[in-house]
């Protein structure tokens, strides 16, 4: 479902929603990773709260320490080493009465006195200490407030009751880690310590990587929207109009989308548009041919057939012998030519399937013509006296880009086409030779009549054919034909009356690589 559903989106919605389906899941992975960062920050905090209490409780034992605040005091300024990196620590007797703090003992004026047995151990009034204490409230939640005293009363009745117990408290712009534990002596609980202590670097260091994942999400966010603009405007876009054209194409639109634009670029994408484009012409002026030539076909059939249809209704109707010999002769000329148009247009079909999978390549044409004019030789120069001559200007190579077999079938039918039009013990000369504009040239010069038509690019055209004591012998596609494979190879075809004497001159000039 999940696979049909991604069908049926566009590209950039894909992309859009894979990125979101991405973005959720690092979501979910941070979320879950800044919810491991805190209590990993305060376990390594309570840590050392939990040493610090331990190592304290060691030494009130080992002193034999009493919970009672003069005890304490005294303990307070003679460890006070001990509490130097905490910001606060407290003493609670069993009662969960006050019996010492740390915060204190700056009152104090011990804490100036080198001397601690000239000075006066009661300093501080019950009263102000009891103040001072009271005055310190944990902030526990959104709106309760409750003192250090009703933590350890919780504390007693808890489950937690003997062992280390940490929580934290947010007031202000303060964040405060707290870890508390009994005192016990001889297995009874004499009283408790509680060490409070200012952890805003843990609440700094979550607030610094909560910064840091908003501002990569902002980032990454930003950077995705630019890459999805430019996907849609560079990419997509173009992509449609070409979806579009070839629809229009396909459905024999009028209305045109333009792909000019995207021609004139010069990445893969210009490139396609400029092949679809050139793809799309080539196909439709093949189908333009093929209509024009099936036309021009029906249109040459149809003379025969009118001929056809004629001869045998006077043949139905006559009885004279001589008669119905010349209008048998008729019929069988005309199925004759009938026969050979559909022959030559099927031939020429075929040759057009087949030039579609033939591939270009560099050839020397020479080797090629001189196979041509052999076997042209062979049989015309035993048969009618006809002598094929060959001649090149000198040069070793005469390479083009060509078809071989296509090359070859052009210079036989322009021999044939030539012989067909001189006389027996006529001379025919095929000439090779490198044009002025680096091309090669191929010129086949014959002694025939030459050339009627003022306008010799006639002779090029279906169905053309001038030759009224042969007429239905030549379908008249025989030159068409080289004229098409002509323009296969990029050359150019031409005709003309020879200028030194009587006859025809054929000249194609082909690109030289």
Same mark, same amino acid.
């Given at each position: 479902?999940?696979?049909?559903?991604?069908?049926?989106?566009?590209?950039?919605?894909?992309?859009?929603?894979?990125?979101?389906?991405?973005?959720?899941?690092?979501?979910?992975?941070?979320?879950?990773?800044?919810?491991?960062?805190?209590?990993?920050?305060?376990?390594?905090?309570?840590?050392?709260?939990?040493?610090?209490?331990?190592?304290?409780?060691?030494?009130?034992?080992?002193?034999?320490?009493?919970?009672?605040?003069?005890?304490?005091?005294?303990?307070?300024?003679?460890?006070?080493?001990?509490?130097?990196?905490?910001?606060?620590?407290?003493?609670?007797?069993?009662?969960?009465?006050?019996?010492?703090?740390?915060?204190?003992?700056?009152?104090?004026?011990?804490?100036?006195?080198?001397?601690?047995?000239?000075?006066?151990?009661?300093?501080?009034?019950?009263?102000?200490?009891?103040?001072?204490?009271? *005055?310190?409230?944990?902030?526990?939640?959104?709106?309760?407030?409750?003192?250090?005293?009703?933590?350890?009363?919780?504390?007693?009745?808890?489950?937690?009751?003997?062992?280390?117990?940490?929580?934290?408290?947010?007031?202000?712009?303060?964040?405060?880690?707290?870890?508390?534990?009994?005192?016990?002596?001889?297995?009874?609980?004499?009283?408790?310590?509680?060490?409070?202590?200012?952890?805003?670097?843990?609440?700094?260091?979550?607030?610094?990587?909560?910064?840091?994942?908003?501002?990569?999400?902002?980032?990454?966010?930003?950077?995705?929207?630019?890459?999805?603009?430019?996907?849609?405007?560079?990419?997509?876009?173009?992509?449609?109009?070409?979806?579009?054209?070839?629809?229009?194409?396909?459905?024999?639109?009028?209305?045109?989308?333009?792909?000019? *634009?995207?021609?004139?670029?010069?990445?893969?994408?210009?490139?396609?548009?400029?092949?679809?484009?050139?793809?799309?012409?080539?196909?439709?002026?093949?189908?333009?041919?093929?209509?024009?030539?099936?036309?021009?076909?029906?249109?040459?059939?149809?003379?025969?057939?009118?001929?056809?249809?004629?001869?045998?209704?006077?043949?139905?109707?006559?009885?004279?012998?001589?008669?119905?010999?010349?209008?048998?002769?008729?019929?069988?000329?005309?199925?004759?030519?009938?026969?050979?148009?559909?022959?030559?247009?099927?031939?020429?079909?075929?040759?057009?399937?087949?030039?579609?999978?033939?591939?270009?390549?560099?050839?020397?044409?020479?080797?090629?013509?001189?196979?041509?004019?052999?076997?042209?030789?062979?049989?015309?120069?035993?048969?009618?006296?006809?002598?094929?001559?060959?001649?090149?200007?000198?040069?070793?190579?005469?390479?083009?880009?060509?078809?071989?077999?296509?090359?070859?079938?052009?210079?036989?039918?322009?021999?044939?086409?030539?012989? *067909?039009?001189?006389?027996?013990?006529?001379?025919?000369?095929?000439?090779?030779?490198?044009?002025?504009?680096?091309?090669?040239?191929?010129?086949?010069?014959?002694?025939?009549?030459?050339?009627?038509?003022?306008?010799?690019?006639?002779?090029?055209?279906?169905?053309?054919?001038?030759?009224?004591?042969?007429?239905?012998?030549? *379908?008249?596609?025989?030159?068409?034909?080289?004229?098409?494979?002509?323009?296969?190879?990029?050359?150019?075809?031409?005709?003309?009356?020879?200028?030194?004497?009587?006859?025809?001159?054929?000249?194609?000039?082909?690109?030289?690589?």
């Amino acid at each position: 479902m999940f696979g049909n559903f991604l069908k049926n989106l566009s590209i950039l919605k894909k992309f859009l929603f894979l990125n979101l389906i991405f973005f959720t899941i690092i979501g979910l992975f941070t979320f879950i990773y800044l919810k491991n960062v805190q209590p990993n920050l305060i376990k390594k905090k309570s840590s050392i709260h939990i040493e610090v209490i331990n190592n304290t409780v060691d030494n009130l034992n080992r002193l034999n320490v009493k919970f009672v605040e003069e005890d304490i005091r005294k303990f307070l300024f003679s460890t006070r080493f001990l509490f130097q990196n905490l910001d606060r620590v407290i003493f609670f007797d069993d009662k969960l009465n006050l019996v010492g703090d740390s915060d204190t003992l700056d009152l104090d004026p011990r804490s100036f006195s080198k001397r601690l047995d000239t000075v006066e151990l009661e300093i501080l009034s019950d009263e102000k200490t009891k103040e001072i204490t009271e *005055s310190k409230n944990i902030a526990v939640g959104d709106k309760n407030v409750i003192s250090l005293n009703d933590v350890l009363i919780n504390y007693a009745s808890s489950k937690n009751f003997g062992l280390h117990f940490t929580f934290i408290q947010e007031e202000f712009n303060k964040f405060k880690l707290s870890t508390i534990k009994n005192v016990t002596r001889d297995g009874k609980n004499i009283g408790y310590l509680a060490i409070t202590e200012n952890a805003n670097d843990v609440k700094a260091a979550i607030d610094e990587r909560k910064t840091f994942i908003i501002r990569t999400a902002i980032a990454v966010g930003i950077v995705i929207l630019i890459f999805s603009f430019v996907l849609n405007r560079y990419f997509l876009k173009p992509i449609k109009n070409l979806v579009s054209y070839t629809k229009n194409i396909r459905n024999k639109d009028t209305k045109k989308t333009n792909i000019d *634009s995207l021609k004139i670029r010069n990445d893969e994408l210009g490139l396609l548009s400029k092949s679809l484009d050139e793809m799309t012409f080539e196909l439709q002026k093949r189908i333009s041919q093929a209509e024009n030539f099936s036309t021009d076909l029906v249109h040459e059939i149809r003379n025969p057939l009118a001929s056809l249809k004629s001869a045998s209704e006077i043949l139905h109707d006559t009885n004279d012998i001589d008669q119905r010999v010349k209008l048998i002769d008729i019929l069988s000329h005309d199925v004759q030519r009938i026969e050979r148009l559909i022959t030559d247009y099927s031939q020429m079909l075929k040759d057009e399937v087949a030039l579609s999978k033939e591939k270009i390549k560099k050839i020397d044409i020479e080797p090629i013509i001189k196979s041509v004019v052999d076997d042209f030789n062979n049989i015309y120069k035993l048969k009618r006296g006809i002598k094929i001559s060959y001649l090149n200007d000198g040069k070793k190579r005469y390479f083009i880009n060509g078809i071989e077999n296509r090359i070859e079938q052009i210079i036989a039918n322009l021999l044939d086409n030539s012989i *067909s039009f001189s006389e027996d013990n006529k001379d025919v000369l095929v000439k090779v030779s490198v044009s002025n504009n680096n091309g090669v040239s191929v010129k086949i010069l014959d002694e025939g009549q030459g050339f009627k038509e003022k306008d010799t690019s006639r002779i090029f055209k279906r169905f053309y054919s001038n030759r009224p004591d042969k007429f239905g012998q030549h *379908s008249g596609l025989g030159l068409n034909i080289v004229k098409n494979l002509v323009d296969l190879h990029n050359a150019t075809i031409s005709a003309s009356n020879r200028s030194d004497k009587k006859g025809a001159s054929m000249e194609i000039v082909f690109p030289r690589v």
